[in-house]
């Protein structure tokens, strides 16, 4: 396997092309990724590097690890380096880089991410043939405990520092298995009723009614906290991801203290938001309503996010994001009024829920909206019924955080409007009208009591009086010779000319305030006002406002405003100064629509400008800008081609114009042109130029120029063409025809034709065998030839060369050409039946892929079922001109197979392989469906079903020949065959399926007719046994075992139980120590102590238990080890002729209540021990049959299960003789030491065992002290490995490995310690396949 090396640092800009390579520029298939081709052909099983996945950009908070990952194709294998575009990436604490073997990933990390570290990385993938560039972002956010506010001076300072102290939220507990996750408490307390079912399938909760009769409780309590803080709570909104990419949720609290702290959590750990919007977190407050939103979405921010007043839980949200995407999006839909409009959409991953919208609204399940969700919750349907003109827009669906979107245009119907009739429309417009009327009639009163009261003042007064028309403009002058009253009236506005005195004269008056007094002899005051206090005229006032406008330097600007009044005149302002209609500047009056048009803006023309009439006015800024600007003529010039011959100059040059400062760049086939090598670029304030020299035919392509200021960019292209000869004629050359006559060839143009048609083919030959090449001559630019010139025989090469205007191509060489052998026609495929009746078979075939020349017919020849022998259809002289044929000579019922076999000028090619067998007989029908469906049997992994054949209807159902049996899981939508071949029997066992699983299944009847119809059960089943009472399958299962100490207890029970059962293990009725190993399955469970301890004695219970019942089993474990001695004997002869044995007993006796001891005697006669007392439970025993003259030796033996211990010894018991005898006198013997070291008497072979068998290893072992045995494999102990069964018996260690496999290769080692000492043996396993 090749070796894989780590990504390397690489300058960001890094383009070093191979010395003599090309540049060919092309897009991945890989959104982003641009790859560089350095060859024009890449050799075969060759590849240039490429991104199956690129990194993606990364948004992490501040002093994380951001990690890119990205997996990379080619062959030669690329090397990858990276980079970054503001800074360098060589500090090796910072930035690290390595390759992933398992998951074949190329990993990229920033260590510690900072706010310097957010940048553009690009990562390059380079082999020989080519490089391939993509680049990722890299985020940072800030994460911290918002700021509070500054508390004013006065206030107590230890108030202050209470209000400081930021609460904690306790870290979440850990969940264990089985246990409710208790966050979903907090989501349901937040939640509305209609979501409960919703958020339980999410956190995986079934049990409904405990949860409500909890979640009751818990509103309660929850209430109460609330209270302390919150004088009410509602309009509670969970989190739902908008249109703009931003997740919302809100509430609508009214705080008790306006200074409560309102603190935003995420999974327990505060969040920083802002309230300006500038951060990912911010909150909108609206007086009571709290909003807060989400800005640059992805799957980190998924999680439970809380909303807390001071201590106190106000609103909990869950916020999933789910890996979606959207495998069929949204399609843009057009329909009329009264239709509707469905949108669709299939996701990759199922999700329970996605968030429709209509432009910015919500869509939610109602009369006019049906929302409709598959059974495996990928497919989501929108439906909206009865549209209008209204509805149309853009419908979104969100998927998680991932958008889809698609138009929706709805059509007026002038049918239906029209149906409508005076309803909804006329109504409306009925009240217009009639609110209209009303407006004008009290106008028109207001208009009339205004001119009736003004006539009567002037009737008593005089002429002296001036009426105005409430805009405070009137002229009071004159006077009826006996005093006047020269009044103004106005609207308070200050704006009043009421002069008289009352002579006939003008007089002196001031109307300030709209009453106007005059100077006169006599004085009339007036007791009322000029118009009713009820009527209020509001005057001149702007309808619609200026509005501020942006100009571009050189085009016309129009600033406009409507007043209320057509009459009234206004003045234009810019800048305080009054401006007039001049040359550029025209003011214009439209009836009540006022205009300031500027033919040609400048730069002087920006500022403020004011409208002003009748003491109101109007601002708006104008704004000036100056975009970029491409002459026109120059711009003609610069989109002409640039051609030019290979190794010449090409240059482009732009005049424009605009405000400074400018940046220009240049592009070549999108990507930017910077000053170097063989390019030069010259910008100015009026123009730039690009100069490519030495041009290279790959440099043929677009040329762009980007011209940009602060005010607009501006880009104008053109291409470039580079004129070369052409490459070489492309392989494979392909042989038309190689007769005795001719050999006829045509091959591929060049990949490039240089810029210019390819007029003519230069070809030459070579006969095989000499060394000389014969000109052929120039052919048309047609890429075929034939050549008529050639001996009969003979093998012949030919180079062929391309030729345009600008050169001859290099050459291409052909494979040797035979010319004049015989070729013979290839075999066919095997004829198809493409009918078939009683009295005619119609048959197919395709020709042969080597026709040798040409096919001049085909043969086309029969047989029976069962026979050997092959007869021609057609005429021997007459072959078959088409590929098809009708054979006509059959007989009914017969059985038959057809081969064909093609003809050239050379002869008769290989026969096809035969066709399908077929009958002589009329089509059959389809059989029926199959009857009486049922289930025999199941079990975790199989399905057994049996079925009646359908029955035969004449003409219309056939009988059936075979039956396929498809199954379909209840999450997938497709079926899938169990068998390939139609099943015989009606019956048929599915396996291989999954346990507990839910799958539909059908049977299938077929026969020559074709396939029925499929036949079903109405349920879906599931892959498990019938229900079994759990019950132990073992006739002779131990109740009793004993254990050495510090040996391994393993207890195997099996049982058969289903549905698979709950098991139990208890020791004397409580649970069994953490040590102990408790492994399960479907047919049994194994209690494993690794290393046995006395505290490990009791009795232990099984119980297994399902749906159907329970089942228990008790087994009995002593775990003990040798006994120690009982403590010395006492001898006693209560009645002649016995001996009363007496002893301590031994110090084992408390803890082993199956301790007993055994007594042994010896007389001197026959000096040998034999036992006179055994399983004795007391601590005394009497001897019997003592004889006199005799010398007796006793001893006392403790024992238990597992052995017994050394012997303790008596006082020799004797009576003295009357009659001496001799008696002889033995040495004293000493005791034996048989304390050793251990030592292995038989060591471990060497053992090689095939794949899948067992393997057995042994040795023995001696060593007193029993030494303690230890196996390990690879220096890892095995003793608690449950995989592998280990036994010691009297010193021979044995070690079983059930199944071997490429795990289990490696070394095995004994380790045999004891006090004295430690023997080790080992050997090597190997596996053979």
């Known amino acids: 396997m090749p070796k894989h090396s780590d990504p390397t640092p690489a300058a960001p800009d890094e383009e070093t092309l191979p010395p003599g390579s090309v540049e060919i520029k092309r897009r991945s298939r890989v959104p982003g990724v641009m790859i560089t081709q350095y060859v024009e052909l890449v050799p075969r099983g060759c590849s240039t590097p490429d991104f199956i996945r690129k990194p993606f950009s990364v948004t992490i908070p501040g002093g994380k690890t951001a990690i890119f990952r990205a997996i990379i194709s080619g062959d030669p294998i690329p090397t990858v380096t990276w980079g970054r575009t503001k800074g ?80 904690k939220k306790k870290p979440k507990k850990v969940q264990k298995e089985g246990e409710i996750d208790p966050a979903i408490w907090d989501v349901l307390l937040s939640a509305q009723k209609k979501d409960y079912e919703r958020i339980c399938f999410e956190f995986g909760v079934t049990d409904f009614r405990f949860i409500l009769k909890k979640l009751n409780l818990m509103k309660k309590e929850r209430e109460k906290e609330q209270a302390k803080v919150v004088e009410k709570v509602s309009d509670l909104k969970q989190i739902e991801v908008r249109r703009d990419g931003r997740a919302e949720f809100e509430v609508d609290m009214q705080l008790k203290d306006p200074n409560s702290q309102v603190l935003l959590y995420k999974d327990g750990v505060m969040l920083d938001y802002s309230t300006n919007g500038d951060n990912k977190y911010n909150l909108d407050q609206r007086g009571t309503k ?73 869509l939610e399940e109602g009369e006019r909206c049906e929302i409709v969700v598959s059974e495996d919750k990928k497919s989501h349907k929108l439906v909206m019924k009865d549209l209008d003109v209204a509805d149309q827009g853009t419908i979104t669906a969100i998927a998680g955080i991932v958008p889809c979107k698609a138009s929706l245009e709805v059509a007026e119907d002038p049918n239906r409007r029209k149906g409508k009739g005076s309803g909804d429309d006329d109504d409306e417009a009925a009240r217009l009208a009639a609110e209209k009327a009303r407006r004008q009639k009290e106008k028109d009163d207001l208009e009339a009591k205004r001119r009736a009261q003004a006539e009567r003042d002037a009737t008593e007064v005089g002429d002296g009086s001036g009426l105005g028309d409430g805009s405070g403009l009137g002229d009071g002058s004159g006077g009826d010779g006996s005093g006047g009253d020269g009044s103004g009236l ?95 500047i025209t003011i214009v009056k439209d009836g009540a629509t006022h205009k300031l048009i500027i033919d040609s803006c400048s730069e002087d023309d920006s500022g403020r400008y004011r409208f002003e009439a009748d003491g109101r006015k109007s601002e708006a800024m104008l704004t000036i800008q100056d975009p970029p600007k491409i002459d026109a003529d120059s711009l003609k010039n610069f989109r ?30 999108d990507e930017e042109v910077l000053p170097g090598h063989h390019v030069r670029t010259d910008s100015s304030d009026s123009h730039s130029s690009l100069l490519l020299s030495k041009c290279q035919r790959r440099d043929t392509g677009e040329i762009k120029i980007k011209i940009k200021n602060e005010h607009g960019t501006i880009e104008a292209d053109t291409k470039l063409i580079v004129l070369d000869k052409p490459t070489p004629p492309q392989p494979p050359v392909e042989v038309v025809e190689s007769s005795l006559n001719a050999i006829e060839m045509k091959w591929r143009p060049p990949k490039d034709d240089g810029g210019c048609p390819i007029t003519n083919y230069i070809m030459e030959r070579q006969q095989l065998g000499r060394n000389t090449w014969v000109k052929i001559g120039e052919i048309p630019g047609q890429p075929s030839y034939r050549d008529t010139d050639i001996d009969r025989g003979r093998k012949y090469t030919y180079r062929i060369r391309a030729k345009n205007a600008e050169g001859i191509s290099d050459m291409m060489v052909t494979d040797d050409i035979a010319a004049g052998s015989l070729c013979f026609p290839g075999a066919p495929a095997p004829p198809k039946v493409a009918s078939a009746f009683k009295d005619c078979i119609n048959l197919t075939w395709v020709a042969p892929a080597n026709t040798g020349g040409g096919i001049l017919g085909y043969n086309l020849e029969k047989r029976k079922r069962g026979s050997n022998l092959w007869t021609l ?55 029926g469906k199959v009857t009486d469906l049922k289930l025999t049997g199941s079990s975790y992994n199989s399905l057994s079903l049996s079925w009646a ?119 004397d009725n409580m649970a069994v120590a953490h040590r102990v190993t408790i492994t399960n399955t479907h047919k049994g469970s194994q209690l494993l102590i690794p290393t046995a301890e006395r505290k490990d004695t009791g009795i232990y ?101 597992v052995g017994m211990s050394q012997p303790v010894l008596a006082p020799t018991w004797g009576t003295i003789s009357k009659r001496e005898k001799s008696t002889l006198n033995f040495p004293e013997s000493k005791p034996l030491d048989l304390e050793c070291a251990p030592k292995f008497l038989l060591p471990l072979k060497f053992h090689s065992a095939p794949q899948g068998y067992e393997c057995y290893m042994s040795c023995a072992v001696k060593g007193n002290p029993r030494p303690h045995v230890t196996w390990y494999h690879n220096n890892v102990s095995l003793n608690t490995d449950t995989n592998y069964f280990i036994s010691n018996t009297c010193g021979v260690c044995s070690m079983l490995i059930l199944r071997v496999g490429p795990k289990n290769i490696g070394e095995y080692k004994v380790v045999a310690d004891n006090p004295l000492g430690v023997a080790e043996c080992a050997t090597q396993l190997t596996v053979r396949e």
């Open 88 to 167: 360098d990436t060589v500090d090796p604490e910072k930035y690290r880089a390595r390759y992933d073997e398992r998951n074949r990933e190329y990993i990229f990390e920033v260590v510690a991410a900072g706010a310097d570290h957010i940048d553009t990385y690009k990562f390059f993938a380079t082999n020989v043939y080519g490089k391939a560039v993509c680049t990722s972002n890299l985020n940072v956010t800030e994460v911290g405990i918002k700021k509070q506010q500054a508390a004013p001076p006065n206030e107590d300072f230890r108030k202050m520092l209470k209000k400081t102290t930021m609460p």
């Open 1101 to 1201: 219970t099984i119980i297994v238990k399902n749906m159907v019942g329970q089942e228990t089993f008790n087994v009995e474990i002593r775990v003990t080890d040798d006994p120690k001695p009982p403590g010395p004997i006492e001898l006693d002869e209560n009645v002649k002729g016995t001996v009363t044995l007496s002893w301590l007993p031994s110090p084992d006796e408390k803890r082993d209540d199956r301790l007993h001891y055994m007594v042994m005697k010896r007389d001197s006669v026959k000096r040998t021990w034999r036992i006179v007392g055994d399983r004795l439970f007391n601590n005394k025993f009497t001897v019997a049959n003592i004889m006199p003259g005799r010398e007796y030796n006793f001893r006392v033996f403790s024992k238990n299960d």
């Open 873 to 927: 259809v057609n005429p021997a002289d007459e072959p078959i001109k088409e590929k098809k044929y009708a054979v006509k000579d059959v007989i009914e019922g017969a059985e038959y197979e057809f081969r064909v076999t093609a003809i050239n000028v050379s002869g008769l090619g290989e026969p096809s392989a035969p066709s399908e067998l077929v009958f002589a007989r009329d089509p059959k029908k389809r059989p």
């Open 640 to 669: 002409e081609p640039v051609i030019v011959r290979a190794g010449e100059n090409a240059s482009f040059k732009l005049e424009f114009k605009g405000k400074e400062p400018m940046k220009v760049q240049w592009f070549k086939q």
């Open 949 to 1067: 054949k359908p029955k035969a209807v004449d003409g219309v159902e056939d009988e059936a020949k075979g039956y396929y049996v498809e199954i379909r899981p209840i999450d997938c939508m497709d079926w899938s065959r169990c068998n390939s071949t139609a099943a015989i029997q009606t019956s048929y066992t599915a396996v291989g399926l999954k346990s507990m699983a839910m799958y539909w299944v059908r049977v299938i009847a077929t026969n020559d007719g074709g396939e029925g119809e499929p036949q079903g059960f109405d349920n879906y089943i599931i892959a498990m046994p019938p229900p079994v009472k759990p019950r132990f399958t073992d006739r002779n299962m131990k109740t009793f075992l004993v254990v050495r100490s510090g040996n391994t207890v393993r207890v195997h029970i099996n049982f058969e139980a289903s549905p698979m059962p709950d098991i139990t293990w208890l020791k």
């Open 290 to 362: 709290y909003c807060f939103s989400i800005k640059d979405l992805g799957a980190g921010d998924a999680g439970l996010y809380q909303v807390d007043v001071d201590e106190a839980n106000i609103l909990s949200t869950n916020f999933q994001v789910p890996d979606v995407e959207f495998d069929t999006t949204l399609k843009d839909c057009k329909a009329k009024e009264g239709e509707d409009a469905t949108f669709e959409c299939v996701l990759s991953v199922p999700v329970g829920k996605i968030m429709w919208y209509k432009d910015d609204v919500v």
């Open 490 to 584: 106005g609207d308070g506005s200050g704006l009043g000319d009421g002069s008289g005195d009352g002579s006939g004269k003008d007089g002196d008056g001031s109307g300030g305030d709209g009453d106007g007094s005059g100077d006169g002899k006599k004085k009339r005051s007036r007791t009322g006002p000029l118009v009713p206090e009820s009527v209020i005229d509001p005057g001149v006032h702007f309808a619609s406002g200026l509005l501020d406008t942006t100009a571009n330097k050189g085009d016309s600007a129009e600033l406009c405003c409507v007043l209320s009044s057509e009459s009234c005149e206004g003045a234009w302002y810019k800048d305080g100064k009054k401006l007039k209609s001049t040359d550029g």
